[in-house]
Nanobody, 124 residues
Framework: VQLQASGGGLVQAGESLALSCAASGLFIEYYYIGWFRQAPGKEREGVSCSGDSGTYYADSVKGRFTISRDSVKNTAYLQMNNLKSEDTGVYYC????????????????????WGQGTQVTVSS
């Protein structure tokens, strides 16, 4: 099982980035996909997750970030708009089998497969 996160970079505040999470060894349609981030010196936090039960967002990103997936491409996405300096961090995608829960949650310990992370830096 491999999750490959990509799309990070350095942007100015107010700009956008689109992250991708390409999966191999699993079919994302059978998994909840979560996005997490970790800022320097801080704990990892949940950003968004999705599954057939709906999509969920951390309050800090609601209205700015959108999670989606393409089952044909076996890839999940995180569109990030109106980025702020506090969005800076390493972003990780993660997968959890849908059979494990009735909905996804923004708790990293729920997820058993993780990507390597992609750096997002937002300058103000």
């Amino acid at each position: 099982v491999q999750l490959q996160a990509s799309g990070g970079g350095l942007v100015q505040a107010g700009e956008s980035l689109a992250l991708s999470c390409a999966a191999s060894g699993l079919f994302i349609e059978y998994y909840y996909i979560g996005w997490f981030r970790q800022a320097p010196g801080k704990e990892r936090e949940g950003v968004s997750c999705s599954g057939d039960s709906g999509t969920y967002y951390a309050d800090s990103v609601k209205g700015r970030f959108t999670i989606s997936r393409d089952s044909v491409k076996n890839t999940a996405y995180l569109q990030m708009n109106n980025l702020k300096s506090e969005d800076t961090g390493v972003y990780y995608c993660a997968a959890m089998p849908r059979s494990w829960a009735t909905r996804c949650r923004l708790r990293d310990y729920d997820y058993d497969s993780w990507g390597q992370g992609t750096q997002v830096t937002v300058s103000s």
